[in-house]
């Protein structure tokens, strides 16, 4: 650059950056893009692969974006005003930006990547939003919306036509028959009256794992409704899987417990906030991240964090539950989230490292969830008000994990932590509950274990502790530091003791690896209480045999996407019209 024009550095710098995002959405759009291609062409392990590219997609442009820019800064990449300077210009640029949240995001990660262990820093990066959360409201709405009349089936053929996938129908007619019992039902159920009811489905379909989903919402006059159509594409052509209404089964599928779907976004918060209309107990940060934009859910979190400490007075205490050996768990009871970070030493008979822990933490945000593992966000230099944590809770953290804390007379700073949606402990949960609820969650316990063996994943330790209750009642996996892909582990007989010296022997009297597994061992530890333990034997007492591992080995080995419903099992149509016959009217 000429001497002259030093001064256009910082405008340089800014525009370097803005095309690279301009590249990185480019590329992130294309990838979505891919999701109904692959759905068509049964591409299933395309489609995993995509999202987990997609996720890495943000991190390499970032971390190529930032060599880029400091290349270009030279000497002056340290100088706060070129920096003031470059967020001015760049400001100036995205304020008009159908995607201006996710393009500040994109600068804030550059920067920080720019200026390693900086925290936050509110004058050169976005830390604040810098307007209302919505870019701007299109002239084109996002979703198609339809009048709804006495001739339900005509109403649905009218929704489906507007969505063009190249496939045929595997029995439309049949499918449409499905839809109008199934809404009747909702009518019926909720008293409401078709006449005043209108639905609103948004243009992009959601793509995830086998699934294609049309979603969208039902004004009824009064209230608005889930209205959530899934459809799969099978040996004989596509088919409606099932009508989803009900809350529960809505929530799950937009669960921070599940993988993000592929959806093409033109405007990410007219998204979310159609999304949120149906889905209010979900925060706006759960909702980018499951639209694919987990990078600026995050940001979005930490802004509503930052609200909540200014409005909140309580101290952090440690999490309840039985202490783990790896992770100091911490919480603001005020807050639906937990803080965990990596302790300096783990107590035997844990063996991992801190480096292992980290990429299980990772490999768990790349890998398909199945609604059974949490997602976490991960915080490097996190600052925090001393005078929320007491003295007590201080000298635990730095006992703990004295190498991640750092105190300054007003300040906490956490070198590194996650932070995950706060759960109840199963093992906490099953003290005061009901023999129903007991057996519900009980239940939920074993389909979590086999739903991660489906995805290829084997939790290691399998304690109760080790998973937690949702709101909905979900038992969900949070523990990754012993987890390993399931196709890795040796599961084995344990073999039978030649003498009564093999059999009364306190240490095994046969070889035993480091990934080998004995199922048949499983009931002497995962549940203590005699009544839960023989609740699970009969709901899932398949797991105590080594035939069910190595039947899931070996399907996950021939490449078999196992499904896993996002969903109810009894809200699909096969279950739920299974006596239905071709000639019924």
């Known amino acids: 650059m ?23 959405w480019h590329a992130f759009r294309g990838i979505t893009k891919r999701a109904q291609i692959r759905f068509e062409n049964r591409d299933w392990t395309g489609i995993q692969s995509d999202a987990r590219e997609r996720i890495s997609l943000y991190r390499d442009a970032v971390g190529r974006t930032t060599e880029q820019v400091l290349l270009l800064m030279g000497d002056r990449r340290n100088d706060d005003r070129v920096w003031k300077s470059i967020k001015e210009y760049f400001t100036y640029e995205v304020k008009n930006f159908n995607t201006r949240n996710i393009a500040e995001t994109f600068y804030n990660s550059v920067y920080r990547h720019s200026h390693k262990g900086l925290s936050a820093d509110e004058n050169n990066m976005f830390v604040h939003a810098t307007a209302t959360y919505r870019e701007f409201k299109s002239t084109d709405p996002i979703y198609h919306s339809f009048s709804i009349d ?89 088919f409606i899987d099932a009508l989803l209404s009900e809350d529960r089964d809505v929530s799950s599928l937009f669960s921070y ?20 209309s149906f889905l209010p107990t979900k925060s706006l940060g759960e909702l980018y991240n499951s639209i694919g934009f987990e990078k600026h859910g995050k940001t979005v979190f930490y802004r509503d964090f930052l609200r909540h400490l200014e409005k909140s007075k309580d101290q952090f205490i440690e999490a309840p539950g039985i202490k783990g050996m790896v992770m100091h768990v911490f919480m603001l009871p005020s807050y639906n989230v937990v803080f965990k970070i990596i302790k300096d030493h ?62 300054g007379e007003e300040t906490v700073e956490i070198k ?36 991660m063996a489906a995805v290829n994943i084997f939790p290691g330790d399998m304690l109760l502790k080790n998973f937690g209750v949702t709101r909905l009642k979900r038992v969900v996996f949070y523990d990754y530091d012993e987890i390993g892909f399931l196709t890795d582990f040796n599961f084995r007989v344990i073999p039978e003791a030649r003498d009564e010296f093999e059999e009364m022997s ?21 549940i203590g209480n005699p009544k839960l333990r023989e609740m699970f034997h009969r709901l899932h007492g398949d797991l105590y045999h080594v035939k069910f591992w190595r039947d899931m080995q070996e399907r996950l080995r021939r490449q078999e996407i196992v499904e896993v419903y996002p969903y109810r099992y009894r809200q699909r149509f096969c279950e739920k019209f299974a006596g239905y016959k071709e000639t019924d009217p």
Not at 258 to 276: H, Q, T
Not at 348 to 377: F, S, W
Request: proline fraction near 4%; hydrophobic fraction near 40%; include cysteine.
């Open 2 to 24: 000429p001497h002259m024009f030093e001064k256009l550095l910082p405008y340089e710098a800014s525009h370097l950056i803005l095309g690279a995002y301009f590249n990185y």
């Open 257 to 276: 417990n599940r993988s993000y779907f592929l959806v093409d976004v033109d405007i990410a918060s007219e998204m979310v906030d159609f999304l949120r």
């Open 150 to 238: 006495q001739d339900l089936q005509y109403s649905f053929r009218s929704i489906l036509r507007r969505y063009k996938i190249d496939l045929p129908w595997e029995n439309l007619d049949r499918d449409l028959g499905f839809l109008e019992k199934t809404f009747q039902e909702v009518i019926d159920t909720r008293s409401l009256f078709i006449e005043q009811c209108r639905i609103e489905t948004i243009k992009s379909i959601f793509f995830r794992n086998k699934g294609a989903y049309i979603v969208g919402r039902l004004w009824s006059g009064r209230e608005v409704i889930p209205f959530v159509i899934p459809m799969l594409n099978g040996q004989d052509g596509l």
């Open 416 to 451: 590194h932590l996650y932070v995950e949606k706060k759960m109840t402990p199963l093992n906490i949960y099953l003290e005061t509950a009901s023999e129903e609820d007991a057996e519900d969650v009980i239940d939920g316990y074993g389909y979590a274990i086999k739903e």
């Open 506 to 526: 306190a240490t095994p009297y046969f070889h035993v690896g480091h990934n080998d597994i004995f199922p048949e061992e499983f009931p002497r530890f995962l």
């Open 346 to 407: 783990f107590a035997p008979p844990k063996q991992v490292t801190e480096e292992e822990v980290k990429y299980r933490y990772e490999l768990v945000n790349l890998h398909d969830r199945a609604g059974r593992m949490t997602d976490t966000h991960m915080f490097e230099n996190l600052v925090f008000d001393r005078n929320r944590f007491s003295e007590e809770l201080l000298t635990k953290l730095l006992k703990d994990a004295g190498s991640k804390v750092t105190l």
